[in-house]
């Protein structure tokens, strides 16, 4: 470094200041170029070619402690060598999930796009930040589109809307919204001197409705949490005697937040009834539709967000049924006229100024809570191009005839039993090894089955055959939650999980 800098300054017209050079950039850009390109063949190598690979491992397991040590974390004083850092981001791939593998059925989104992460590299490359339309001309356009396609889904005449970080940062745009539009003095006097707020959503919400109160000021004291039926749908009738006692109480109802597609049971609540009664009440309907949105796509299935229209906001997430590569989650919002601008603007004169030489309605940044934001409508939006409407239709409907098909087959297999027929994609049953068979229903029964689905996770883990879900809901012990999404996932693959269960749980 010292002869590199000697020669610099040697050079006609060098330039030091506080014993910095300040010619010429000090970025080796040939070494950079050198490094992209070895590591995204890495990446085409070991992810994308491997994709679709039943052979590979979902995980190669290794405890904390141990993968701290393979990974070699430490940050030092100087730089690592070239091939050092690829070795790392071999590792990187070697040790993480491989949620692209058919047989991850852990989450709400799985698969891989390769439209979508076509576009994410673009976006990854470019580093934009979509605020104004002077530096992110193209994306904004892509958002505006974007949105006003989803809205037709939805079955608005217009509306607006916005690409957030997350279905549970719309949830709380919207919670925000609501509350703007029942009291938009709260913008500039705070909380003080406001009535008690409340707030009324299923018990089988999503969790972000509680953290959104609690972050807002609004309380999870003021989350009245409503009944559902064994379906777990929420009841319109209990939804109802939840207004009027919190009228009777004195409180100041101003939102029902419905759900299109619960996280656990894959459920959907009654929009229409539910609908009624926010007209009835005056309240804001919210439906948090994150997972369940994307039936909307499908002539055959968008029968079950019916009435979604009559929503005054929805979130919905292309990146778990679509694939769409996280995170891409849109808030949408049936007023037009500008409400949510009014309610997050700060009109900050450095970024929005109105005398540009341009339209400045372009500069939608200022309808965001943050300040910079991710391009992620692009990935979307490139998808659908790609695909066209009919073939994310075929998306859902073959994710749902897979349920199916699982289902049917759970029916016909000794130990395996279904909580409830599912509507949606995720199939909820338990597995009964043989040595649990003939003990009675009772329970000493309930809870040597509560410990089954940890056991076997713990086993098809460390195995690396696939990733499925378990936990205990509403009072019943752990079972399996499986989920399907992924294109690539088949009918083998169906067949296949309900093997390594048997397989994996045979001597339990």
């Not at 050079?11 to 010619?23: E, P, R, S, T």
């Not at 530096?135 to 949105?147: C, G, M, N, R, Y």
């Not at 849109?330 to 309610?343: H, I, P, R, T």
């Amino acid at each position: 470094v010292g002869v590199c800098k000697q020669e610099m300054l040697q050079k006609k017209n060098a330039v030091l200041v506080d014993g910095v050079i300040l010619n010429g950039p000090i970025m080796d850009s040939k070494a950079g170029e050198k490094f992209v390109e070895e590591a995204c063949k890495i990446i085409m190598e070991e992810v994308i070619q491997k994709a679709d690979d039943v052979t590979e491992k979902v995980c190669e397991w290794r405890a904390p402690e141990t993968l701290k040590q393979i990974l070699d974390l430490e940050m030092r004083d100087t730089g690592e060598s070239h091939q050092k850092l690829l070795q790392l981001c071999r590792d990187v791939i070697q040790y993480s999930v491989k949620t692209s593998h058919p047989r991850f059925f852990n989450q709400l989104y799985a698969g891989i796009d390769y439209y979508s992460l076509v576009a994410r590299f673009i976006t990854e490359a470019l580093n934009p930040s979509v605020y104004t339309y002077e530096v992110s001309p193209v994306f904004l356009l892509v958002e505006e589109a974007v949105i006003k396609k989803m809205i037709e889904f939805i079955g608005w005449e217009g509306g607006d809307g916005i690409f957030n970080p997350g279905g549970s940062v719309s949830n709380m745009y919207a919670m925000n919204l609501a509350r703007y539009r029942f009291c938009p003095e709260i913008k500039e006097k705070g909380l003080s001197g406001l009535p008690r707020l409340v707030l009324f959503t299923s018990e089988e919400c999503h969790y972000s409705m509680k953290k959104a109160a609690s972050f807002l000021g609004i309380g999870t004291e003021n989350v009245y949490f409503i009944k559902t039926d064994e379906r777990g749908k929420m009841i319109p009738e209990e939804l109802e005697k939840q207004v009027q006692r919190a009228r009777k109480e004195g409180s100041a109802p101003f939102l029902v937040c419905a759900t299109a597609g619960t996280t656990v049971l894959g459920a959907f609540d009654p929009l229409d009834k539910i609908a009624d009664i926010c007209e009835k009440h005056g309240l804001w309907l919210h439906v948090d539709a994150s997972w369940g949105g994307s039936a909307l796509i499908s002539r055959k299935h968008c029968r079950l967000l019916h009435g979604i229209h009559r929503a005054d906001s929805v979130a919905w997430n292309p990146h778990k049924m679509l694939l769409a590569g996280i995170q891409c989650c849109a808030l949408l919002v049936k007023d037009n006229s500008g409400l949510l601008k009014k309610c997050y603007s700060a009109k900050a004169a450095y970024l929005f100024q109105q005398d540009k030489f341009y339209d400045v309605s372009y500069d939608t940044g200022d309808k965001s809570i943050q300040c910079s934001r991710r391009p992620d409508a692009f990935k979307f939006w490139l998808m659908w191009k790609a695909l066209g409407t009919t073939g994310l239709e075929e998306r859902v409907n073959r994710a749902l005839a897979l349920a199916r098909y699982l289902v049917e087959e759970i029916k016909k297999r000794e130990g395996f039993q279904l909580l409830l027929e599912p509507e949606y994609a995720n199939v909820c049953f338990w597995y009964i090894p043989p040595s649990l068979r003939k003990t009675e229903d009772g329970p000493e029964f309930w809870q040597k089955l509560h410990q089954v689905a940890p056991v076997i996770k713990e086993r098809m883990m460390k195995k690396g055959s696939m990733m499925l879900g378990y936990q205990p809901h509403q009072g019943k012990v752990n079972f399996f939650r499986q989920v399907v999404i992924s294109p690539q996932v088949s009918r083998e693959d169906m067949d296949f999980l309900l093997d390594e269960i048997e397989l994996l749980a045979k001597d339990l």
